[in-house]
């Protein structure tokens, strides 16, 4: 009996558990709002045309609207403008990742936590 009971128990909780709100994100200020979508128009209509031209994963206009998310709009857009300057064939000595035949640099944004309620920070796509 007690067998049948714990078996009720368990799986009358919510099934992605108490902590499922720590990737909840905040909606962006009209001034992030306008920065991602000109990213976003950047990727979807410039960006196919153009080619692939970035060494970095996340491409940098994909760093830059991660930056924008995790730390608001004028830090994220400092953050990005820095990876640009940064974009260069340069020998790279931190972890690199292997695609299309070719070997890109990894440098994601690192996420903002304020506290252990909320999580400012998603990788958004």
């Known amino acids: 009996m007690?067998?049948?009971?714990?078996?009720?128990t368990l799986f009358a909780e919510d099934p992605w558990g108490r902590d499922?709100?720590?990737t909840?994100?905040?909606?962006?200020?009209?001034?992030?709002?306008?920065?991602?979508?000109?990213?976003?128009?950047?990727q979807e209509i410039i960006s196919p045309i153009d080619?692939?031209?970035s060494c970095y994963r996340p491409s940098s206009s994909q760093y830059m609207k991660d930056a924008?998310?995790?730390?608001?709009?004028f830090s994220g857009i400092a953050l990005g403008c820095d990876r640009l300057l940064r974009e260069n064939g340069d020998e790279w000595y931190y972890r690199s990742?292997?695609?299309?035949?070719?070997?890109f640099k990894y440098d994601p944004v690192n996420p903002v936590i304020e506290s252990?309620?909320?999580l400012r920070f998603q990788?958004?796509?």
């Open 51 to 53: 080619g692939i031209r």
């Open 116 to 118: 252990f309620d909320t």
């Open 123 to 125: 990788n958004i796509k």
């Open 2 to 8: 007690s067998f049948l009971f714990f078996n009720i």
């Open 20 to 22: 499922s709100n720590l």
């Open 24 to 42: 909840s994100i905040p909606p962006p200020s009209p001034k992030s709002s306008f920065g991602i979508s000109s990213i976003n128009f950047f």
């Open 97 to 103: 990742i292997e695609s299309q035949s070719f070997t």
């Open 68 to 73: 924008i998310y995790a730390y608001g709009f």
